[in-house]
């Protein structure tokens, strides 16, 4: 009767147990990119463990920034990170409490600029490279007066700096650093930090079209409440930074 009443309770479980499916950014290493065709990074590994807090399995369909978004805003994606609920999107999406880390989006330039503390007004006129879709901040990302170049990738706008077919790279601090790192022997030594346009908290972005957006939001944070409060969150960031 007791390895009965086990089993019971184990296909309940097993049962009422949900999947959700996520659009993870495949380009923002390390919080977020394709390995193996797979989503690994930070904020992946936050995200499935404030879910599994609360008994929700998450899948993880990686895919280009603006298309996840896009996605996520047409109710085929539950949600989408890593995003900034800045003027542009903010009021496109549901949000969740707490930011899942904050960064610095950082502008660089070739390593001989004797240039430094450069903000988003002292970049009118000039040609800075971006990546697609992507948030740099309201006063960087509202400002028409910068001549924006878009790139897919953050590799081919630090290409094009280097090839001096534009003034600047605009790009988030670790990512940069981690792609420094990843194409040493063509990046290495070559850039400089010359500015930071803005401090922001990057998020889940979930869907106010899909039926559940509203629903794994409040699990979200509820399971994001705990991993922070026991710890975990820590160790995670631990293993990442």
Same mark, same amino acid.
């Given at each position: ?10 296909? =309940?479980?097993?049962? =009422? ?12 290493? #390390?919080?977020?990119? /394709?390995?193996?065709? =797979? ?7 936050? &995200?499935?463990? +404030?879910? +599994?807090?609360? *008994? ?5 369909? @990686?895919? #280009?920034?603006?298309? %996840? ?8 994606? @539950?949600? %989408?990170?890593?995003?900034? #609920? ?5 009021? =496109?999406?549901?949000?969740? $409490? ?8 950082? @502008? ?7 240039e430094s503390g450069l903000t988003a007004r002292q970049l009118e006129g000039k040609t800075v490279g971006v990546e697609r879709g992507y948030e740099y901040g309201d006063e960087f990302d509202l400002n028409t007066k910068i001549v924006r170049r878009i790139v897919d990738k953050n590799v081919q706008g630090f290409r094009m700096l280097l090839a001096k077919r534009i003034q600047y790279m605009a790009a988030e601090e670790?990512? /940069? $650093? ?11 030594? $070559? ?8 401090? #922001?908290?990057?998020?889940? +972005? ?6 559940? *957006? ?12 705990? &991993? ?5 969150? $820590? +160790? &995670? ?5």
């Amino acid at each position: 009767m007791k390895y009965l009443l086990c089993c019971l309770v184990l296909v =309940s479980r097993l049962v =009422s147990a949900e999947t959700i499916t996520l659009g993870a950014e495949d380009d923002w290493a #390390p919080y977020s990119s /394709a390995v193996e065709r =797979s989503a690994r990074g930070f904020a992946v590994d936050v &995200i499935r463990e +404030a879910f +599994a807090a609360v *008994g929700v399995t998450v899948n993880f369909e @990686v895919l #280009p920034y603006a298309r %996840c978004l896009d996605d996520t805003k047409r109710g085929r994606l @539950v949600g %989408c990170f890593d995003a900034v #609920p800045n003027a542009m999107i903010g009021g =496109s999406f549901l949000w969740h $409490k707490h930011p899942l880390f904050t960064t610095h989006m950082n @502008v660089y330039a070739l390593s001989d600029s004797q240039e430094s503390g450069l903000t988003a007004r002292q970049l009118e006129g000039k040609t800075v490279g971006v990546e697609r879709g992507y948030e740099y901040g309201d006063e960087f990302d509202l400002n028409t007066k910068i001549v924006r170049r878009i790139v897919d990738k953050n590799v081919q706008g630090f290409r094009m700096l280097l090839a001096k077919r534009i003034q600047y790279m605009a790009a988030e601090e670790r990512i /940069a $650093k981690a792609l420094f790192i990843k194409e040493a022997a063509e990046f290495g030594g $070559k850039f400089k930090l010359v500015g930071t346009v803005a401090t #922001p908290g990057l998020f889940i +972005a979930f869907s106010k079209t899909g039926t559940d *957006g509203a629903k794994y939001l409040a699990q979200f944070n509820r399971g994001y409440t705990i &991993i922070r409060d026991n710890g975990r969150y $820590k +160790a &995670i960031e631990a293993i990442w930074f």
